[in-house]
Structure formats: C-alpha cells, structure tokens
C-alpha cells in the first residue's frame, strides 16, 4: 500500500498555516529531468531568476527482512551530495538511489515531482514508513528563493531555504541537516549561481524583470485566481487564463497541449458553422492518411523548403526499422494534387473542392505557445481546382468572407482583409489572402487565416490538366490544347482559440463569446442560509433547475449550478475564470418579485429581469454581450492600426503597441529594410525576450478597403522614397 | 514542354483497336519497386500466376547541345540486360539510367508507373523525341501473360509477349527486338520463372485460382463496371466495388487509404448521430495529442502487450533525431488517464465522460483490407470514469445500444450485441461488449463496436481516486477511506464503412442504406432523341431540376444529373455504380402523365410515381428501402445463426459459412482447442489463402440474449464435455 501524494492544495494549506508566503506558483510543461525543468521554468514567463533545487530518494542497504529506511536528501542543485560520506555521517551502509516504486510507496510521489513537498503530516505520520530527511545546509539556512515541484512536475513553488527547512519540521519527519562542502570526502560544492528564468541573464535584466513582475501581481486575487494582470505579465497570463478556465491541460510531450471540452467546443462550434457554409459552396470533405512518403513530400521544392525543417519522420514500428521513413502530413498539398492529376480527366471534372479536418504536425524548435504555435495543431485544409483564375479567384475571396465570419460573427473578433506581400505568401502559390487579427495588450498582430491561390504552379509540377474546353480543331487532342488547372488552398486552425482568448480575456479569466461557449448562461442559487427552511431552499434549487431547463428549451447552453459544497461566492469566482458569458442569481427576494439578477461576464454589469420572458431576454442579451464585445475589439483595433507617412513615426508608433499603415512601395527589399530598422530602435526598457517587441515590423497585409485611406497617387513610401503603389498594414506580429 | 502520359483509357482504347483481349486489368496499392509491385500483386486477388517484367529507360551519352536519344528497354524481370553489350549493338555509347524528369519528358510516366504500354501514337509520333524500344526476344515471342503497369503504378494489365511487341509496333515507335542471352559478355539469363501472383504456389493451386477467377468473372461487364461477381471473387469484388464506387482511392504508403467524399460522408453521418446521442449522456468532446511518450505508452503493461508490435515512433524532426522518440498513440488509455488522476478530485468530479474523435495509427504487417485492417484509421473513443461499478456498467450498455443502432439503423446492418470471452476482451480491462456482425458471402463474422468496462484495473495502475463519500470517521483522509474510479472505454471506427459496403454491395456495385447516402436521390432526362424539339428538351431538364430543388426542400438529398455528354443508359449504370438509393427518371411521357419513373437500387424494382406528393412519396420509399435492407440483412444472418450441440456438426455447420451457437464452458483451453480442430478440416476444394476459409472458429461472443436460446442446464459443451454456462456464439471472422 503506497502513501497518498501531496496534493496542492494541501501544499498551500500547509504553508498558510505556517504563514508561510507562497502565492507564487508558477504552471509549466511537465518536466522529466532537471534539464526539462530547468528549461519548463524559463519558457514560463516567471520573473525572477530562482535558485533550482535537486530532492533525492536514497535506499541503504538493510537486512533482506528490515523494512527499507529511506533517506531523502534536498539540496541545491548545484550541491555535491557525496553519499559515501554522508552514509557514514548517518549511520548507514550502500546508499543506492531508490527506485521509483519505493518513491510511490514512500512518498507517494514519481522521481519527476518529488520535492520536500512531497513529505507531509500525513507520510510522515504513516509510522511504518520511518524516513529521514536530509536538508542541505546551504539551503536550509538561505533566505534566497528556491524553485521545488510542488505536488507534480508541470508546477513550481517558489520558497525560501528557511521555509523549506520550517515546512520540513512541521511534518514530524526525521530531518537532519547537513553541510554537505565539509563531509569527510567531497569535493567543495561549486559556487552558487542562480538559474537564470529566462534567455536573458545579466543582473540589471533580472532586476528589471523582477520588478516587472512585482506590478503585474493582482494583490487580491485568490490563490485559484488569476494571479497577474494581463497588462502586466501577458504571457503568465495568458497561460494562467487557459489552465484555469479550463481550456486546456499541459501535455508531457513538449510543444503538445490537451484541448479541454471548454476549448475543443469552440472548435466544434466553429466547425458546424464553417462546414455547414463550404458545403453550400459544394465543397466535399476527405480524408487523406497522416502519412506521406519522402518521395512525394518533396516533389514541390519552393514548397516543401518552408516545411522541411519542420517535419516529423516515422522511422520504426515496434521494434522494426521501417524500409523507408514515412513522414507526418505538415499540410496537404502534395499529398493530394498527384490523385488529383489522377481523378481530373476533363473540364467536367472541375471545379473539384475537397476539404479536410484533420490535424497536421509542424515540429517546430521555436518556443511553443498554446493554440498560437503547437507541434500538432487541430485545422481545415481545403484544397480546391478550377478551370479559370476567376473561378478560382472568385472562391478565394468567398472562403476568406467565411474565415472573416468566423472571427467577427462566432468570436467577436475584428479582423482586417487583405492580400500578403510576396515576401509573406503561402511558398510555392501565387497569392495569399488573409485575416488578421491584433492583440491589443501587447500590440502584436497575428495572422487569422490564410486563402491561397496556388496558381498553376502545383498543377504544373503535378501535371494536372484538362483538355480545354475551347481548343481548336488543330490543338484539340494536343499537348496545346490542354490547360493546367487553376488551384487554391485555405486554412483556418485552431489558432483561432488563442486569438479569441487573448483579445476578450479579462484579469478575472477567460470572456467566452456567447455563441461559442460550451455554456452560455449559468444559474446560481444565492441567499440561502442557516435561517433558510428547508422548503425555501427547496424552492430556490427547484426555480434554479427550472430556468435552466426553459432556457434549453428555448435553445440556449443553460446550467444550473446546485453544488452543495460551494458557496455562491465560490461558484461566481469559478463561472467568471471560465468567462459564461450571463450568470442569472436566484434568491428569496427574486422569487418573490417573480425576477433574477442577470450580471454579465463582459461588462461585470447586473440587471434585474422579469422572470416572464425570460429566455427571449437572455437570447436577446446573449447578442447584445457579442455585439458589444465585438465593438469594443474593433474601437479598440481602430484606434491601433495608425496611418503613417514619415520614417521617423514608423517604429514610435509602432512602440506604443500600434499598427502602422504606410503607403508602400511593395518592394522586397524595402520590406526587409523596415524590419531592421524597425527592430534595432525598439524600447528597451521593458523585459525583452528572443520573440517579443524588439524584433521588427513586418507588413501583415495590404487591405482590400483601400478607399479608407487617401489617395495614393503621388505617395512615396516613407523608408525608400520609392513611389507608393497600396496603403499596407505594417506590425510585429505573433 | 513534356508530352502527355498515356491514360487506361487510351491504352484500352488502342488494345481494343489490335483486338488484344485485355479485359483483365487489376487495381491493386501503387508500387514503387519491383518488389512492391510484386506484393501489390499477390495481394490483390489476381489469380493466374503472371511473369513479372521490367522497364528501364536509357540516355546514351550525346553530344550537350544534341537532343537526347532515349533508349527504353523492356525485358522479362530476370532477364540480365547488359548495357554495355547492347550499346554497342544499337551503336550508343555509356548508356545510363535516366533520370526521371527525362522519363516525364519523353513519356509523360515516372519510374513507378512506366511500362511499354507508355509508349503511344501520340508520343512515338512527338518527333522532337526520337525513341528507342529495345524488345527482350524471349519477351516478344511468348505466348505466355505478363504484367505491366496500365498508366499507372497501382494498376496492372496482362498482355501476351507477342501481344506487347504487337501494341508496340502499332505506335510507330522505332523498335528492336534482341536476344539478351546472345549478346556479347553478357551472362545467360536465368531460367524463367513464374512469379506467384499469391502466397500458395504450387501448380495445383495456381490451377485451382485460375478456375476459380474464370467463374467468378462477370462477361457482361463493361470496363467500367464491377468485372467479377460479389460470389465469385468476393475480394476482388470488394476492391474493385470501393474503388469504382468511389469510396476511397489506393495510397503510395502501404496499408493507408484516401477516403473519398462518397465514403467520408456516410463517417461523418455517423459522426452526427453519434455525437448528438452521447451528448445526451453527459460526455464531452476533448482531444488530446497523436504524441505519447514511451514512459506514458508502456505504463500499464498487460494493456501495451497487446499494441507494442504496431506503434509507430517517431524519431526523427527535419534532419534532427529527438532526444527520446515519441509514439503515435494506438488509443488513448495510457496517454488519457495520468490526467484523469489529476483531474478527478473528488467523488463530485464523477462521472468524468470524456470523448475523442480522432485517427489512431497500429502498424499492423499482416495483409492491409480497406476499411477493416488500416495502419491508421479514423474513430471516437470514449473514457469515462464512474463512482461505482453499477454507474460504469449501465454505460457501457448505453454505449453499446448505440452502436447497434448506428449499424442497424443508420446502415440497415443487423448485429449480436453480447459479451466477449475473457480470451478476446480487450486486453487490460475487465469485461468487453461488443456488436458483432456477418458477411455472408464469407459466411465470416466481424467485430462492429466494442464497448469496454475496464473495472479498476487502470484506475489502480494510475492512481485515479476519489474519497469514499461513504467514508467512516476512521477511514477518512485514509487510504482505505479511498476508492478507485470503475472506467470504461469504447471505440467505433471507420470499418462500419466497411461492413456495410459487404453486407449491401452487389455484383453491379454499391448498394448505399439511404440514411447516410450522400445523395438518396439522383434524377435522369430521358426519353431525349435527335427528333426532341430543344424546348422539349429544355422543359424535360428543367423538370429534372426542379425536382431535385423540390425534394431538397424537403430535407432529400437529390441531385440532377444533366451531364449532356453522357447518355442514360451510361447515367444509370455510373449512378449504380455508387449505389444511390433511388433513381428518377423523366422523359417526355412522364411529363405527359404528370409523373416519374422511380428505380430502386436494392432490388431494382422500377414503379411510376405521381409528380404530386412526390417529396412524401419518396421519402416513404427512402425508409421502404431502409427497412427492407436491414429485413434481408437480418434474415440472411438469423438463417446463418445454427445451434449446434455436437462436435460432429460443429466444423461442416461452419464450412456452411455459419456462425455456430454452442452450449459453452467458458473455459480458455477450450477455446483454443475449437480454434485449432475447427481449422484442420477445413475445405480444401476451394483456393486457400493464409486468413481465410481455412482458419479456426473463434467465440465471437456471449449473446445478450439468452432466451432464444433452449434453457442451459444441464448442457455440455460440445467440445469438451463440461457444463455449459452460456450459448455461445462461434465462427470465422474479420
């Protein structure tokens, strides 16, 4: 029978007893090794730089019939533990590191989230487990910060030497400690030094991020709560908002995330509708296998040279090599085009519109970052052949208005339109149209949605043709009189979650658009206390479940939420960290005037409201909250996206978190001249990081509604002087 | 500019010009060797035994600024071609193996899919390019069948030696014939020999299939028709009945297939009616990464016995190998339930119903069948994890009536739900439910669905627990205060596509269920002669096209076929071919009567229907169809349903093509013995391959229903003579 774990929260419990300061905890990917740790904690955005720490399961030798008696050590990581020596200080022969089974048996924990936390009241009581602590003496008597898992490897709690030590001693354990540099036999320990948290690791970076850090602490928050404001620490945030509202659960392989059912039902939300409206286009869907041979990966060279790097191999199954390596599908271009040179024999073969949900794998080394970049990313790919450009053209344009849709009418989004400079399409097609959206805390677009016109360039290389229609007697049956059919390509991901995250959450969690989420309205029983009879109770829980099921009748995503061991203070903090978009509360005194209290997510606004009506109110409220959180986004889009004409206004406007629209040249090397010199002046008093603000504007687009701006005749672009062809947005972008 | 490839068509159409019988042409997976080829072939169900060959093509050097002289070889596959010697013959120096884009260029094909017959008038003519065909002689005077690739890699014709040499000299390519074995300092050929077209390859047997294949042909068949009947040669039947259906298309990475929309849309119905139905049940959609960890995979190991030969690693990102390859999952337990330990606090978190639609990858090696054994194939899986046995148990049957009804009502399949026997449940977990289904024509079972009580086996292994809410005041906050969650799991995968293309197809093609037909509806002009006037016309295809705007208003998913470069009769059988429920046919009498002509797939029927009420009409003859194709169904499989009692009638009742329902011990060893006696005397009459007919029974499983069974008591097994416990059911299966 092996122990219960250290759970969290009896961890938080515990140090609140001992008043021990440990608001701190930060989330991460779940580590499995020091190496993994270190760099889990320095991709987290946490602040500081923190001293990492190294707990040890020892098992010396006993009698065969002894009960094994486990040694723990804990200490700074960079501390030689010598066990020779420290057998003998102890009293005890062949220290041998203990296996993981004594670890669960003893502790109840795994090797990758054992920390002291892992002792507890409770193990340490189990009197038959005897086991004795050893604590580093370094550490025991710092009052420096260390990083400890705490209860499991995807979290660290920060805590000083002293209060590990006082944390060990509350527990009972047997604990000693040990200066570890003056046992008989070791080498001098190195030199402390601190784990730097992040890339950039000079003192005054690390002073300027702890302050940084100290602002965006929300003081009040619960420990539940979000702990950061999101104009403070975007990243933790962010982070912070999706694990706590329940969207999404960190993965042991890295760069991989669980998509919860409170995210994956925007997904499905997003896929009904779009679905619903390719169809009525006369799109089909597909499905096409995962697995693409090298041979036909790499056929397309412009192509496949984005990709390439990326690609994940499988080179074995079971335990036999495979003959040839099969990749994973990045997108699906040259898995589908050589069956599609097969199955389109004749113009009235054409159009030919397929579409895929699928996933596809792009291993990408730059630093994750969920729903925004992710290894495995959940998406649609249509794919489509045309007898015209403008036939294909034509549908370009219909599928980007559906992706517009999908931002503005489901996610209440604002995005803008527009076609990609040369420098930015889709490799290997002839244009890209796109969406894209903007993060307005940190002043970073981000690309939405892409609808390529691929040309004729992947119908050359795929030889797909058709005889055409018009041919001549003399070219009919000829080489000349075949055409090379017209193809695009679109997508839309689930990329589109993170957008919606970042633009609607608050500092009290996630704001979920009414028509996306899983839950649109949730009913909570207030008022009910000691004084309460029984049938008053009854009748508020029975009124509460009642609504909810009007309210579903009436087609809305109601939930009554009748626990009985949270109160409703507790379950209004829970709803709001998930961001329901209404919360009804029902009392005595609503029951009485025949009301609820409606309040809302977005605007914190509460109302009362009849309780006759009351589903064509919500339904009537549940749009008003997304024409609103809509209008808001787009005055707030508005008012970033900033015309400008003049160098020297480029890279301040765009330092104060803008989008700069500039009359542009469209000239490739121009494009590449503003964003060096729109990263080399970048602020620099802010916490920098390798992807962030310092890096250089690109242009993200060259907006359809050209007619909102002035005339562009006569501009010249304001970095080369050249003469001006469209108004084009310019930004630093996700 | 590269010339145009040839196409079976044309091929064809030039084969019928020479009267060369060339009926024979098999689809089989695209190879991309010799030895691929080869195994593409035997797995196909081509039945003579066929000589395999080669085709190489040849660049002499030239002078850079001379064209090219291309030199193709085609010889027997173990015919030693000398270069060296034949260079000098032909007068060409250091001849070498093009490249393929000379082979693009010169023949339109790829080293995959050349043969002789890319060589056509058209290309021999292009006379930019001079060719050269060097004939092997021991080729081009045999009388004997050898097989080519027809256009392309995934296809193969069989054409007599002389027959080749007579196709080659009707394209006017320059051509010669020559006696490899003669040519100078060249070794002699090694003796011919028969490639065997399949596993068994003794004479008899080849003799015995080449019978078999002459009955089950079909000599009505058009080209484009099903060429052999669904009795004769059920697998040949079934691959081509997919591929000509539409339904799915062959795949350069053995053992995957593309799934057409035809096939894809009956998925996603299924998907629909799922998904609606399991929602009512409280489970929520989620979706966690195609990546697992090897640490994570082979945590529960009774479980990753079973799957551990078939995982496909990965190992390898771009040209970087990973630190620790990573596994694509086989299904989700392992990847899914370190995170129900996490997630599932307290009793109050239970019932946790969590659900994936997903694709899963087991790379089986044993023979690939669309649909049925796919390296990676499409599904849902369910985990859930319940307080009690008693909660757990219920859903496992609630799942299961699901599954039936997804089979029985959606695609008129019927199924035995029942329990499977210890030997087959799902490894790791505690009983298995299952519906299982019949193919008559093999007279084999197949597993439809299975829904899994895993009792607390994983729970146990992964720690997943929740405090007794029935804890005493000494147990709680204990570990006996502690209970482990009951889990289940259940899969329904693509292979219902499958099952139900086996059960319905006929020798004229698919036979769709119309609930889940893409199109339920196809309506075709007729009666349209040189002699009708265009306004005739116009007003026979206007109505054809109202109709179907009709009945797509009425919820039918109808379709006009007006293609005006087909006639009817070619209409009718395409339409066949794809298995659309029901056919309309409009021609000027009917427009005379105010009425359409209906056609039924299934049986073919033809009635007048009245033009009024013609979307009630229909849509009764929709569910008509419907119910009478599961009636057949079911009655076929009830009459192939035989209770058995002796030993004596065990193996004949099953050779019958029966399942065969015994009083059964329920003990393993017994088990294994009806495997093992139930395989010896199989039929040796008919053409053996290693899966089929030959293979033991094995417990297909415990029906439900017991009482249409005579009363158990005091009944022995059959087998071994014990007690039996349950009616059992038997048979040879998928």
Same mark, same amino acid.
């Given at each position: ?186 080498? %001098? *320990?190195?030199? #402390?030094?601190? &784990?730097? $948290?992040?890339?950039?690791?000079? !003192?005054?970076?690390? @002073?300027? +991020? ?97 990709? %390439? *790097?990326?690609? #994940?191999?499988? &080179?074995? $199954?079971?335990?036999?090599?495979? !003959?040839?390596?099969? @990749?994973? +599908? ?405």
């Amino acid at each position: 029978m092996s122990v219960q774990a250290t759970t969290l929260d009896s961890i938080l419990s515990s140090l609140k007893t001992l008043s021990i300061n440990a608001a701190n905890v930060v989330s991460h990917a779940a580590s499995t090794s020091p190496e993994s740790w270190k760099e889990a904690l320095s991709s987290s955005s946490t602040s500081t730089s923190q001293n990492a720490t190294k707990t040890l399961l020892f098992k010396p030798k006993t009698a065969k019939t002894a009960k094994p008696y486990p040694v723990l050590i804990v200490a700074k990581a960079e501390t030689e533990t010598n066990t020779g020596a420290l057998g003998k200080e102890i009293d005890q022969k062949e220290m041998r590191l203990a296996k993981e089974d004594l670890m669960t048996e003893f502790l109840g924990a795994t090797k990758d989230d054992i920390s002291p936390l892992s002792v507890s009241t409770a193990n340490a009581e189990e009197g038959s487990h005897p086991i004795l602590v050893v604590l580093d003496e370094s550490l025991a008597s710092s009052s420096d910060s260390f990083a400890l898992h705490a209860a499991s490897s995807d979290k660290t709690i920060f805590l000083t030497g002293q209060d590990v030590q006082k944390y060990l001693q509350s527990t009972g354990v047997a604990l000693k400690v040990i200066d570890f540099s003056k046992l008989g036999g070791s080498a %001098a *320990p190195a030199p #402390a030094r601190a &784990t730097p $948290a992040s890339g950039a690791n000079n !003192e005054a970076a690390a @002073a300027a +991020r702890a302050r940084h850090a100290e602002a965006a602490r929300i003081p009040e928050a619960e420990l539940i709560g979000i702990t950061v404001r999101k104009d403070g620490d975007f990243s933790d945030w962010y982070q912070q908002v999706l694990k706590k509202g329940d969207m999404l659960e960190y993965y042991d392989v890295s760069g991989c995330y669980i998509l919860k059912p409170w995210s994956y039902n925007v997904w499905q939300s997003i896929q009904t509708f779009f679905d619903a409206e390719i169809k009525k286009l006369g799109v089909e869907n597909c499905y096409f296998p995962m697995f693409v041979s090298s041979d036909v990966l790499e056929r397309e060279k412009d192509h496949i040279e984005g990709f %390439a *790097p990326e690609v #994940a191999w499988v &080179t074995r $199954a079971g335990q036999s090599d495979l !003959e040839k390596p099969v @990749a994973i +599908r990045p997108t699906s271009e040259t898995v589908m085009y050589p069956y599609y040179a097969k199955w389109i024999r004749s113009h009235r073969d054409l159009p030919l519109k397929l579409n895929q949900w699928n996933s596809v794998v792009r291993w990408e080394f730059k630093h994750p970052q969920p729903f925004l970049r992710t290894r495995e990313f959940l998406w649609q790919e249509g794919h489509t052949a045309h007898l015209t450009l403008d036939g294909a053209a034509k549908e370009v344009l219909q599928i980007l208005d559906l992706y517009k849709a999908v931002y503005e009418q489901l996610l209440a989004v604002p995005v803008v339109p527009g076609v990609k400079s040369e420098k930015e399409k889709f490799a290997g097609g002839y244009y890209t149209t796109t969406v894209e959206g903007f993060v307005p805390t940190t002043g970073r677009g981000i690309q939405g949605g892409t609808s390529h016109c691929l040309g004729q360039n992947f119908s050359k290389m795929f030889n797909i043709t058709v005889e055409d229609p018009e041919a001549t007697e003399e070219t009919r049956g000829k080489p000349e009189g075949r055409l090379h059919v017209w193809q695009n390509s679109w997508g839309l991901s689930t990329r589109t979650i993170g957008v919606m995250v970042m633009v609607h959450g608050d500092d009290r969690g996630l704001v979920m658009p009414p028509r996306v989420s899983q839950i649109q309205v949730v009913i909570i029983p207030c008022g009910i206390t000691v004084k309460t009879t029984p049938k008053e109770r009854d009748m508020i829980l029975d009124t509460c479940q009642e609504t909810a099921n009007t309210l579903q009748k009436a087609g809305i995503r109601a939930k009554a939420d009748l626990r009985d061991n949270y109160n409703p203070g507790y379950k209004f903090h829970d709803w709001e960290l998930r961001g329901v978009p209404i919360r009804l509360e029902i009392g005595p005194k609503d029951l009485e005037k025949n009301q609820v209290v409606a309040a809302r997510r977005d605007t914190g606004v509460k109302a009362n409201v009849s309780a006759s009506g009351l589903a064509d109110s919500v339904q009537k409220l549940l749009n008003t909250i997304h024409d609103d959180m809509f209008k808001r986004a787009d005055e707030t889009y508005r008012a970033h996206r900033k015309v400008v004409t003049e160098w020297a206004d480029f890279t301040p406007t765009l330092n104060g978190k803008n989008h700069v629209i500039i009359p542009w040249c469209e000239v490739e090397a121009c494009e590449d001249a503003i964003k060096d010199r729109s990263a080399r002046v970048a602020n620099s008093d802010e916490p920098q990081d390798e992807r962030a603000p310092s890096m250089g504007a690109k242009s993200l687009c060259i907006p359809f509604d050209q007619k909102q701006y002035p005339d562009i005749a006569g501009k010249k672009c304001p970095q080369c002087g050249q003469a001006a062809k469209r108004w084009t947005m310019f930004g630093r972008s996700y």
